[in-house]
């Protein structure tokens, strides 16, 4: 069906209709106040930590390595002996966290950046693809939909013209806009054997950081796409077979404001059960408050003896008295792991995992 050769960008239609800058207003609207907020709030390691996690899961649902939120618990905690799919999950959540600090740093996103996170996801050095036969296909009837560009050269050279519209600079086109461009543009070059999916993922919320929009790593769509899946996959095709941009730029622009609120949303009760927690432990259990530990039961949904111990500078010993304390008055749950014992900040856990 098409035996077009996937354009250069930008695309050479008008982007910004009428329809899509109203939606743009919207998105950007919802952005900001989320953006505004999370800048404001003093704990926000605990807070990008709690969402990445929730992404990792919702990210990896799309490719079906269905992981629930107790596996992926484990697998965070200790990656030795858990299902492979918890391992894949933590994989995206480390390319996610390395991709966000090389964005910090070096203010670009380059094609070899975009290769290593596929690495991290994929745990293989594969790379860009050399062999031709991937063919995107429709997973009902097989039929193929869609066959990407082929050779590694004429993926490189896609990828170049790609990595050059990503960082451009003070283009008249409005990011959000661009986002939409860049994840179509993507995921048609398909530059890997696999993980091109979850790796454009990734990519459109490092470009939120990369043009400032957002400065912590929060906002993400896959949670809209797996709830609007069969049109995320029907307005790509869309765009090469219908040209029509604006159908897919207004999914995009869109599902940026739904997250957007959702994320405000989630952020806000997850703060509120921070202070709730600190209250209640500052009141119960005076003698082992500190704000330091309220971080370290926040942090990564679990903690264990020896993080309380190097955390708060203190004794095994007393270590496992607190956390034994802290499980006995409702707080934490424990769960022994191979030879470990993990506790699990109960309702941060419960919190986001009947968000879903
Ligand atoms: N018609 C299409 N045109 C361009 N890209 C498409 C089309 N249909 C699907 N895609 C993209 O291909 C991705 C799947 O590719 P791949 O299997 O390499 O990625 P993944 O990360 O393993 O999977 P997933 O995205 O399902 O989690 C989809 O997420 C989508 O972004
Ligand atoms: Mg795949």
Do not use: C
Not at 144 to 162: F, K, Q
Not at 204 to 217: I, T
């Amino acid at each position: 069906m098409d035996n077009q050769k996937l354009p250069m960008l930008p695309p050479s239609v008008e982007l910004e209709t009428t329809a899509v800058l109203k939606q743009l207003a919207k998105a950007h609207r919802a952005l900001a106040e989320l953006k505004g907020y999370a800048d404001t709030i003093p704990n926000k390691h605990i807070l990008i930590n709690a969402v990445m996690i929730k992404e990792a899961k919702d990210s990896s649902t799309i490719e079906n390595i269905v992981t629930t939120h107790d596996d992926l618990f484990r697998a965070i905690s200790d990656a030795s002996g858990v299902t492979p799919a918890a391992k894949e999950v933590a994989g995206y959540r480390t390319a996610l966290w390395h991709g966000y600090e090389h964005v910090k740093a070096r203010e670009m996103l380059t094609t070899n950046m975009i290769i290593e996170i596929q690495s991290m996801i994929e745990k293989n050095h594969a790379g860009i693809r050399k062999l031709p036969g991937t063919v995107l296909r429709n997973d009902r009837t097989g039929e193929t939909i869609y066959t990407p560009p082929e050779g590694e050269s004429e993926i490189r050279d896609l990828l170049g013209n790609l990595e050059k519209y990503i960082n451009q600079e003070n283009d008249d086109i409005d990011p959000l806009i661009r986002l939409a461009v860049i994840h179509y543009q993507f995921e048609s070059i398909h530059p890997f054997y696999d993980g091109n999916g979850r790796t454009g993922r990734i990519i459109n919320v490092l470009y939120l950081v990369l043009k400032g929009l957002l400065d912590s790593p929060i906002l993400y769509l896959s949670r809209y796409i797996n709830l609007n899946r069969p049109a995320y996959y029907r307005l790509l095709q869309e765009i090469r077979t219908l040209e029509n941009w604006e159908a897919w730029i207004l999914y995009i622009l869109t599902g940026i404001e739904e997250t957007a609120v959702y994320t405000l949303k989630l952020v806000k009760s997850i703060h509120a059960e921070v202070e709730i927690m600190t209250e209640e432990i500052k009141k119960r259990l005076p003698k082992i408050y500190s704000k330091e530990l309220i971080d370290l039961l926040f942090y990564e949904f679990y903690t264990r003896i020896e993080y309380i111990e190097k955390g708060l500078s203190v004794t095994r010993k007393t270590a496992a008295n607190y956390l034994s304390t802290l499980e006995a008055e409702g707080f934490l749950r424990s769960e022994k792991i191979g030879r470990d014992r993990i506790y699990q900040n109960k309702r941060l856990f419960d919190l986001v995992k009947n968000d879903d």
